[in-house]
């Protein structure tokens, strides 16, 4: 009987570190699953590379939520990845539509650039939250 116990301690140490000891993936890897989510329009699978999925911020409920129903990712191509130690700028070229209710849809392109971050876990996310300034900074602004 004490073997079985050490058994299943084992499968559900193994199944922890599977869930929390993802080994960490390159940056242009993370940028490529967040935007094929996208492009499919798996909001919940491109939550998971968005600070807030690290963070708490936001929900995936409010996430999703916070999406907007008339955009429409269409293609990507990463033109740029400048990597630092723990931050990044990658530059996205985007094609994508916008829906209007009565009117043609709009095939839109443009260039993005978006900031990622390497967290205290070893993984790269999207933070695309606005830059927040100190007292003292807003102050000589």
């Keep these: 009987m004490g073997s079985g116990r050490g058994w299943r301690l084992v499968l559900l140490t193994v199944a922890v570190c599977l869930g929390a000891c993802q080994p960490e993936q ?70 994508y539509q916008v829906t209007v209710p009565g009117m043609l849809d709009l095939p839109l392109s443009m260039d993005i650039q978006e900031r990622w971050v390497r967290s205290d876990n070893n993984q790269w996310y999207r933070d695309v939250q606005p830059t927040r300034l100190s007292a003292t900074e807003a102050q000589q602004s």
């Design 26 to 95: 390159p940056i242009a890897q993370r940028v490529t699953a967040f935007w094929e989510a996208r492009i499919q329009g798996d909001e919940a699978t491109a939550y998971q590379y968005e600070i807030y999925a690290h963070t708490g911020e936001m929900t995936v409920t409010q996430y999703i939520h916070a999406r907007s129903p008339l955009v429409k990712y269409l293609a990507y191509t990463i033109e740029a990845i400048q990597e630092e130690e723990k931050e990044a700028q990658v530059t996205v070229s985007l094609q």
